[in-house]
């Protein structure tokens, strides 16, 4: 079965950085895009980036927009986010997204936070 399982949350500092990892199994990895969402508490979830199955291309939320790069390593099965210049209002649970056959699959997330 699909299973996506993030990893990599924890402290950080404002103006710090983090990097997020989403591992991958139970379909092609190769072949799908993938994104990155969050959802801070009280708040709605909110897409943060996506990269399209090679890699070759990126988008980004505004809010996020040269300060996080999204990545992935089609080798690994496994999906990256690298955070720096981290701001308060970054902090959430961080979530990795696959569509497959018009269903979204979601990871449990991972905590960010940050220290003061």
């Known amino acids: 079965q699909v299973q996506l399982v993030e990893s990599g949350g924890g402290l950080v500092q404002p103006g710090g950085s983090l990097r997020l990892s989403c591992t991958a199994s139970?379909?092609?990895?190769?072949?799908?895009?993938m994104k990155w969402y969050r959802q801070a508490p009280g708040k709605e979830r909110e897409w943060v980036a996506t990269i399209t199955a090679t890699g070759f291309t990126t988008t980004y939320a505004d809010s996020v927009k040269g300060r996080f790069t999204i990545s992935r390593d089609n080798a690994k099965n496994t999906m990256y986010l690298q955070m720096n210049l981290f701001k308060p209002e970054d902090a959430a649970v961080y979530y990795c997204?696959?569509?497959?056959?018009?269903?979204?699959?979601w990871g449990r997330g991972t905590q960010v936070t940050v220290s003061s």
């Open positions: 139970g379909f092609t990895f190769s072949s799908r895009l």
């Open positions: 997204n696959v569509e497959l056959n018009w269903s979204d699959y």
